[in-house]
């Protein structure tokens, strides 16, 4: 099993930035791909980016594409997401979750962290 814990959340001013962790332990051998994904209040949870954990290919979103940079260091175990220019729609829970070699979809782990942007 894979422990995931997410941090670096805030409050902000609209083009801030903002670099948020995710922490993994346990299993990690078995990640083959690590993802940010949000939830802002009364919408579903959506895929903001994602990288794999033994190569470098990345994915993002449309929305922040050119803003967001995401990234691994496999010696901690930890993935970052460097957020730039943040929005006000950026404000939501980001959460951190893996696809596993073999599984069928992504697992979430950690509680959230809480990123608002204000204008």
């Known amino acids: 099993q894979v422990q995931l814990e997410e941090a670096g959340g805030g409050l902000v001013q609209a083009g801030d930035s903002l670099r948020l962790s995710c922490a993994a332990s346990?299993?990690?051998?078995?990640?083959?791909?690590i993802a940010w994904f949000r939830q802002a209040p009364g919408t579903e949870r959506d895929f903001v980016a994602s990288i794999t954990w033994g190569g470098d290919n990345t994915d993002y979103a449309d929305a922040v594409k050119g803003r967001f940079t995401i990234s691994r260091d496999k010696t901690k175990n930890t993935m970052y997401l460097q957020m730039n220019g943040l929005k006000p729609e950026d404000t939501a829970v980001y959460y951190c979750g893996i696809f596993q070699y073999g599984g069928s979809g992504y697992m979430y782990g950690g509680q959230g962290t809480q990123v608002t942007v204000s204008s």
């Open positions: 346990g299993r990690t051998f078995q990640i083959y791909k």
